[in-house]
Structures are given as C-alpha cells and as structure tokens.
C-alpha cells in the first residue's frame, strides 16, 4: 500500500514538474532585454597638439625637463636648508624653522617629479587607445599535473599520510599553541568585578573638601559667591591609584545666593549656605563638565554641549545627557572645614550596562 | 714718627676743647635738633594725608561726575543696580578698571556678552571711576604692577591655568564658546592686570577665583605662564587660531582634500 502511495505521489510530482517545465525557460537563466545597451567602444581618437604640431611637442619635452632640474634644485635645497637651519638644543624656533625649510626643500623635489611624470605621459607618451584582455588564469594541465605530482611526491618523501603519530601530534601541537594567548587574553578584563568599582568613589562621611592640586582643605569661609572651586577628596594622593580614584571623585563646588537656589526637600541638608558639590563627570560620556556660568548658573560639557543648571540641581537642560549630575552631600566640620555627608548617592559618570536607573 | 706726632697732637686738641658747661650744651643741642625735626616731620606728615585726602576727594568726585553722565543709565545714580545694569556695590576698583579698561562698558548695547571694544576713557578717568566706585563699599583693588615682575613659577602657573581656567579658555588660552551665544575670550595679549583683575572679579559669567582659592602668587604664576605662551613661537608653524580639531579639521578637509581632488581632476583629464 505504501508502495502504492509512493508511486502515486512521486507521479503526481513528476507531472507537476513537467508542467511547470512546459511553462516557461529555466529558472537558471538571466532575462536577457532586447532594449539593452550595447558596448559602444571606444570614443574615436583625437590627436593632440604635441601629436601635430613640433614645435608644442618640444616646449612640452622642455617643460618636463624643467620640472625634473627643479626637482633636482629642491632635493639640494633641502640638503642646504638642513646645514643652514640646524636644530638648536634648547631654542624651539630652530626647530620650526628647520623643519619647515627642510620639508620645503623635500616638497619641491618630490612634486615637480611627479607632476612632470603625469605631464610627459599625457603629453607625450604615445595616447593610442588600446584593449588589453585579461588572460586565463588557470594554469595549463601539464602545470596542474606537475603541482600535483610534488604534492604526491611531498607526502611519499615525508610520510605525512603514513606516519600518523607525527601527523597527529603535530595538529595536536598547533591547535594547543593558542591557549596561552587565551588565558592571557582573560586577564585583560579587570580583576575585580568593575561594577562595584563603578558605584563608589573616595567620598565617605567626614572626608575634607580638597584643592585640586594642591590638596589644600576648603574652609566654607574660602568659598564666596560666585565662586568655582576644583575639588578632589582630602588624602587622594595617598591613595593606590590617585588617577583612578581622582577620574570618579573629581567634584566641582560652586557658592550662590542662596535665594538663587532650588532645592529639592529632601536635598536641603545637602549644601552649605548656597555651597553645592556637584560631580564634574558627565553624566554623557564622562568628560569633565566645568565650563561654569556664574550668573545663569550654567555647566556647559565641552564635549557635547550638554548643559546643566546648577540652581535646579544640575537637572539637564539641553545636549545629550539624560541624568542629572550627581549631588555630593556637604556639611561643615567643627574647624570650619567643608565636608562630605557620605559617598555620592548615584554611581557619578556615564551610563553602564548593570546600572538600574 | 708722623703717626706718633699727629696722635698726640690730637690728644692735646681733645684736651683742649673739653669745657665744664660742654656736655650740657651738647644735650641742649641735641634736644633742639631732634625736637625741631620731629615738629618738621609731623607737619609735613599731616599736610600730606591731608593733602592726599583732598586729592583723592578730587578724583572720586570726578569719577561720580563720569559715572552719572556714562554708567548711572544702567547701574543707577549711586551704582545701586537697576533691571539693566547690575549693582555696582563691592565689585571694586578692579572690576572697573578692568571692564572700562578693556573696553566692556559702557557696552555698545544689552546682550548676551559685553564685548571688548577701542577704550571710550583715558586712563586718568578709568581711574576716577574706579575711584568713585571703590568709595562706594570695599572691593578687589587694582593689582600692584610689582605683582608681575621678577622670577614666577611656570610649571605652577601650567597646572592652575589647566585645571582652573583651560576648560573654558581653551588650554592654549585662545577662547571658547559657552552657552547661548557667550564665549569666553582670548586670553592672548590680554594685559597682565586685565588678567589678573578678571580672575579676582568675576567678569560676566566668569567665575571669581578669590585669593583663598588661587592667591596672589598663584595669579601672578598664571598671568606669567600666559604671557610665556604669548611669547613663546609654534613649533608646528602657523597655529590657525589654536582653537582645536574644528578650526583644523575644517582647514584641512578644505584644503587639503581640495588639493587632493583638483590633483586627481588633472591627472585623470586628457591632454587636449
């Protein structure tokens, strides 16, 4: 029966082919349009004027000749320039004019060269138009037949095929060589988990406010309106990585009138008398922000032009950015010293992958 | 024998003069002396505070007849600010001789940014209005040109210009564009007090950088590594402005890539 069925259907489907044959040519074919272009070879020649008059041929040949002596005036010009000009340790514009008659030189032997090149091949080399048809790449069947004996010959000689403990070790050896570069390559990656990295800085509660560079604490006293200070935390030198750990904590602090400041109920307590700390790491891509406007109280991000406003809790109001920069708390210590209520409440920078909101 | 006879020559003269009533004439004299002199100096002293005094009443009345006819339309008759023009209180004999001096104010009209423009005073009357506004309430005085002589720190005056000042000036100090249509100028032969005076004042939307956060020696550093930049010549040759990759990505994509072309252009022609 299922024989049966078999041939049934197989019959079915060859008659469904021979029809589908009948229809049209094969499938394989190109579309071959009657309108299509046809090759309309090559424009005719047209003879130049150094073709049919001498004496333009020969002020052309002169030209060239010309450009080449100049080409040989610029190559000793720039031998001459390198003795004239030397390069004086320690006075910068020997330097400059060194290098720039040096190249001088160098320019006009190398341009007029090719350029006289280009002008005796257009001009006076031969400006018959002319087809070259590739040849074959295919190499002969004796050619073939000869590459295929040393193979052959190869394999008997060595024992490639018939030696197959060395044929095996030596695929064994070449796919083990890589696997030092792989565990190298793993520790590319940082050691520790970079997430957690991410989303601390050197802030911590009590940590002075410090001048960048000289690592000066900040009195709140210093700071009058107007003012922009560069901070970085007190002791980041003695860090272990003073960069890295500079690259996170890096804040800029800022005193405005305090009428001038809108603050968020539950971010009062955050500054000191109209003294805010605002992270100086663009929410972005994390260059540093502080091109700082003391009346509109403007943070422009050079990079991007994202710009925040400090009055409003450096809330975005233009560029790319999408968040706010990071508030650092602030509170003063019993010296007067600006301090830091804790870390940053946010991971301060750029967006990342494990980054909630 | 010379030396002996004029020692005891001498003694015999010293015995000689030596007078009961001498020392008493020689106190004498010298109460006269000094007393006279004291009484000399003390007048002479007062006389010149006071006459300073009248000078300096001179010049701040000068300054307030200057300030009333050229500023009050915009800062008020006593400097007190109006919805045009800020409150002159407290800014200082600086702010003023750097915004009149560079030729900021009186500004040509209200906008984003005063722009420096040719001076409008001469230097005795900037220095009258400076005058007159100092007289107002204390502010930054004008720097001390000594500020800016003798040996500064150039590497010091490096890192500050580059963490305080490069961010919006631009770290060869050629300027750059802040937010809606202000930029912060060149700082490129800009005076040294003009630099100072802006650090210290807060010009426009500029910051002030008090003495506290960057001091005086730290300015003077600043204003010493600018003018070495200023005298110091490009090693690459022409600078085209030093304002970074945009002036000279713009440079070369047009010249550069436009030799390119007319090259390929030419080479690819034919002869005719």
Redesign the interface.
Known sequence: MAKQDNGESSAAAGSAVENHGAVSVSSGTAVVASDAFTNPGLPPHEPRVTDLDPAKERRASRTVGMLFILSIIGSIFAIVAYIVFPIVPGDMLSVRLNTLFLGLGITLALIPLGIGAIYWAKNLMSSHEHVEMRHATRGTEETRAAAARIFTLGNEESGFTRRKLIRNSLIGALAVFPLPAIVMFRDLAPAKDPVALFKQTMWDKGTRLALDPSGAPIKASDVTIGSVFHVIPEGLEEADHPLDEKAKAAVLLMRLDPSALNEADDRKGWSYDGIVAYSKICTHVGCPVALYEQHTHHLLCPCHQSEFDVANHCEVIFGPAKRPLPQLPIAVDAEGYLVAQSDFHEPVGPSFWERSA | MGIDSTTTDRRGKRAGRRHPLASVALILAGLVTTGGAYALFTSTATAETANTAIVHQQLVDEGKALFDANCASCHGFNAEGTAEGVSLHGVGAAAVDFQVGTGRMPMAAQGPQAEKKPVQFSDEQIEALAAYVASLAPGPEVPDESLFEGEADLANGG??FR??CA??HNVAGSG?A???G?W?PSLMGVEAKHIYEAMVT?P???????D??LSPEDKADIVAYLKFMEE??????IGLGNLGPVSEGLFIWIFGLGAVVGVTV??AA???
């Open positions: 890192e500050l963490i305080n961010m919006c750059g802040l937010t809606e202000k912060a807060g426009q939307n500029m910051p002030v950088f008090n506290l956060n110091s010549p490009s090693v690459g040759g030419w080479i034919r002869a005719h």
